[in-house]
């Protein structure tokens, strides 16, 4: 049992945007969370990685309960993320970027006399060539393009070498070739570096190319949960898609 | 892929050409130098330490301080009063003063770091005036308004010269300390938490944490440029914790260019030369100092090292598109 | 020694405290709420406003009247000064940061600080207490000054206004809504440089009037600008950021901190109000009424 959320529930005054969810992630999945606008995805991502506190009920990583950790505690128990609005470091270069994913993870970030630039070279090398961002190591984050800098974010991410990777909407604002290469990208991450993979989509394609597991969610609520075949034949499902790219 | 390493090369002898040589001068500047210009130059010194200590938080950072003179002057009243009530060791007096500074940061900064942007700033502001006040009212302690004199260094460190000397060392020792931190993997998180701090936040940094431990360092540096400061001036008066002495550090970095670690000093190199100048002929300092700042939000975003820097970037960038060309 | 009477007194300082304060912190509130600019010079604009009113009323010279004369004419001039410093100063840094915004504010107070010094100098000034409220009012035998009341019914007014203004007005709902969301309200149409125009001229004009209505206390000086703005801080912090109700439960908890701290300890008051702000950092840092950033 990898990541688990029990009967989660987040109320904005009012507002139940997340009602009850319980889920089960599986270590070594990629598991999409999809569903109509409104339907709480974000929100759900939020309680898992300690942006927003839960109303109620519990979440549960690697058999310890994490409902009221900090998001930063999360993310040195193996919970990194990115973010739908692109998250990265306008001024600080490619490469300064990625390190800061491997500082924080190393736990040198209380170094006071040595030079940062000096640590982790392989390690940056190896992540950028992966990403395929190696020959724009010296370009300032707000330089590159929007495909880029969701690889960015994501080459910063692997930095923190997690366990568990949510991604919010990795492909959003791509164009079809950028959507391709993130989708092998993804792909490859979970198979070589035996990343568990949480992610949030819109583009059907990509949610039918590469998740192992789907849940569905409408208004805050749970209403499907399997194989793509299993969410794709539910009624349930295609009542609230009302026929889309489902 | 990695940096052009004969580039990199290339860039450190030529700053540490200038460095090198602007050291030289500043060794040279007693036998040049009247003793008003060297006390000048002495103030500009201290001032630059305290201006570098509030960068770290600012430029660095990306926090704005409005009390950094509140630990200036808190230190020095320590030493003041150690050196003159109880007699106490000079050298020990000056780390006491430090310290002082610290802890007093760390309980300030304890709460400022709940807050960010706009509250942390007025919060340090408010902070600040609250040592002022205590400060002020506590007659009986501090000799209130009247402030405390007879602050005098040992012996050997009497004269304008070798004092001078003395606090070219500890400026030169304290810059290379803030140095190497900005450079090292403490510095480049304080960087990327300026840069974006909810992503740093979500890559497993406590950011309140790390705010207050630079709140504290910055805190120490000012305390440090108050302790040596005080000896020389042989006294302390409560104006030294006033909100209007937390400005000068920050105009200093502004005009000088905050992302430039030396900018601050530049900047406060100016300011205290001209805020003599302008001492000369008028009380009126504060308004030139509003005005001074609303030019250079207006016409100097980077302050003057920061303008430089654009244009030669500018420029070299001009130079590789025609290298470019076929 | 500590009869009921004494502390029903030191009581009612407080409410007259707290309404002063929130007189001054209100102005705040709402520039912040909506501009989200905090202006660090709303405690200059209130001593200009002091200081103005004492030369004004003692130019005029007007018998009874002059005092109210006086503050109405002080806050025409501080409403002025403000669309000054918005138009020529503020609007073009709303597409800046917040560093340079809270940089230029405190350029203002620098600049403020030095006009008040140059036209009146670093004396202590006051103006007497106007009528009808020149006498006391005695509760439980116990005199309380009726200029006092008089602060605390224009506090009042105060509140009632702004709640008019914010929550029965059109002009209100656009307040609210540019609150929250700038963007969509300029997408509507609605002109956001003229409403940002607004606000800030009704926050200086609330300014300046705190500012005549203080001269009366005696405590007209130098230094009083950045005292009202860390009390005002406190009352935000303690009540909660751009709220105002929050701002009303601030102004009173700060106004009463500080009546009672007097009583104990006349210097440490202002350290009281701290403790309190501190306390408030640690359990609920967006305040009673505020609401977290997450």
């Not at chain 1, 090398?125 to 961002?133: F, S, W, Y």
């Not at chain 2, 090292?184 to 300026?194: A, D, E, I, N, V």
């Not at chain 3, 000064?81 to 809270?102: D, N, S």
Request: aromatic share 14%.
């Amino acid at each position: 049992m990898f990541l688990q959320t029990q009967q989660i529930t987040k109320e904005f005054g009012k507002l139940r945007a997340v009602n009850n969810v319980s889920l089960e992630i599986v270590k070594g999945d990629i598991h999409a969370i999809i569903g109509p606008n409104g339907a709480g995805k974000s929100t759900y991502f939020n309680l898992v990685t300690g942006y927003h506190r839960a109303t109620s009920g519990k979440v549960i990583f690697k058999g310890k309960e994490i409902t009221h950790l900090p998001a930063y505690s999360r993310c040195n128990l193996g919970i990194t993320r990115s973010f739908q609005i692109t998250s990265i470091y306008p001024k600080l270069t490619v490469y300064e970027s990625v390190l800061q994913g491997l500082l924080c993870h190393r736990k040198v970030t209380l170094n006071f006399f040595s030079s940062a630039k000096k640590f982790f070279k392989e390690e940056v090398c190896r992540i950028l060539e992966d990403v395929g961002l190696a020959d724009q190591a010296n370009t300032l984050g707000d330089s590159i393009s929007h495909g880029d800098k969701k690889r960015l974010e994501l080459a910063i991410t692997l930095g923190t070498e997690p366990e568990l990777l949510c991604l919010d909407e990795p492909t959003c604002g791509m164009s079809p070739e950028e959507t391709d290469v993130a989708m092998s990208l993804i792909k490859k991450f979970s198979e070589e570096r035996g990343l568990t993979i949480l992610f949030t989509e819109h583009d059907m394609s990509v949610v039918f190319g590469i998740a192992k597991r789907i849940s569905v969610l409408h208004q805050g609520t749970l209403i499907a949960d399997g194989t793509p075949q299993e969410v794709r034949a539910s009624e349930e499902v295609q009542k609230v898609y009302l026929g889309g790219s489902a | 892929m990695l940096t052009n390493q004969t580039e990199k090369k290339d860039s450190i002898v030529k700053r540490g050409w200038w460095l090198g040589l602007l050291f030289i001068l500043f060794l040279i500047a007693p036998s040049i130098l009247s003793e008003f210009y060297l006390s000048i130059l002495c103030e500009a010194l201290v001032m630059s330490l305290l201006a570098l200590s509030f960068n770290l938080l600012f430029g660095y950072m990306g926090q704005l301080s409005f009390g950094q003179a509140a630990f200036y002057g808190l230190s020095g009243y320590t030493v003041a009063m150690l050196v003159t009530k109880v007699h106490f060791n000079f050298w020990l007096s000056l780390v006491a003063g430090v310290l002082m500074a610290g802890v007093i940061g760390l309980v300030v900064g304890y709460f400022c770091v709940r807050l960010r942007g706009i509250y942390f700033a007025v919060l340090t502001l408010a902070f600040g005036q609250l040592l002022f006040v205590i400060i002020y009212k506590w007659h009986n302690f501090t000799g209130g308004d009247d402030g405390i004199q007879g602050v005098f260094p040992p012996d050997f460190l009497k004269s304008p010269t070798a004092y001078y000397y003395f606090i070219l060392l500890v400026f030169t020792a304290s810059a290379y300390v803030l140095w190497r931190i900005i450079q090292s993997p403490f510095g480049q998180t304080l960087k990327s938490m300026r840069e974006n701090s909810e992503r740093t936040e979500f890559l497993g940094i406590n950011i309140a944490r790390y705010q207050l431990i630079a709140f504290v360092i910055a805190a120490g540096f000012a305390g440090l440029a108050g302790a040596i400061w005080v000896p020389f001036y042989r006294s302390v008066a409560p104006f030294y914790l006033m909100w209007i002495k937390s400005g000068e550090p920050v105009m200093a970095a502004i005009l000088g260019g905050p992302p430039i670690f030396l900018g601050p000093v530049l900047g406060m190199f100016i300011m205290t030369f001209f805020h003599a100048w302008v001492l000369g002929f008028t009380i009126y300092w504060p308004v030139v100092m509003g005005a001074l700042i609303l030019v250079i939000i207006f016409f100097l975003p980077g302050g003057i090292l920061g303008f430089a820097h654009e244009k030669l970037k500018e420029r070299k960038e001009k130079l590789n598109l025609t290298k470019g060309q076929p | 020694m500590m009869s009921f009477d004494v502390l029903f007194n030191q009581f009612l300082s407080g409410i007259a405290r707290a309404a002063m304060l929130f007189l001054v912190a209100s102005g705040l509130s709402l520039t912040f709420g909506v501009l989200r600019i905090l202006n660090f010079a709303h405690g200059s604009l209130y001593m200009l406003g002091a200081f103005l009113s004492y030369s004004i009323w003692k130019f005029i010279l007007i018998p009874v009247v002059g005092f109210y004369v006086a503050t109405i004419i002080t806050a025409i001039i501080l409403a002025l000064i403000g669309i000054l410093i918005e138009f020529f100063l503020l609007r073009r840094l709303y597409v800046r940061g917040w560093p340079e915004q809270l940089l230029a504010t405190y350029a203002i107070i620098l600049i403020i600080t030095d006009i008040v010094k140059y036209g009146w100098g670093g004396e202590f000034l006051s103006i007497p207490r106007p009528k009808p409220f020149t006498g006391a009012v005695f509760l439980f035998g116990f005199p309380f000054p009726s200029y006092n009341f008089f602060v605390i019914l224009l506090g009042l007014g105060l509140v009632i206004f702004l709640w008019w203004l914010v929550y029965r007005t059109r002009l209100g709902d656009i307040i609210r809504a540019a609150a929250h969301d700038r963007e969509m309200v300029s997408a509507l149409g609605i002109p956001i440089p003229w409403l940002f125009t607004w606000i800030f001229v009704l926050g200086s004009l609330i300014a300046g009037l705190s500012g005549a209505v203080t001269a009366p206390f005696g405590s007209v000086a130098l230094g009083m600008d950045i005292e009202i703005i860390v009390e005002c801080f406190a009352v935000v912090v303690i009540g909660g950021m751009g709220s105002l109700p929050g701002t009303l439960l601030g102004s009173l908890i700060v106004g009463e901190v500080y009546a009672f701290g007097i009583m104990f300890k006349p210097e440490l008051a202002l350290a009281f109000i701290f403790i309190v702000m501190a306390v408030v950092l640690i359990i609920r840092p967006w305040g009673i009424f505020g609401r977290p950033e997450r």
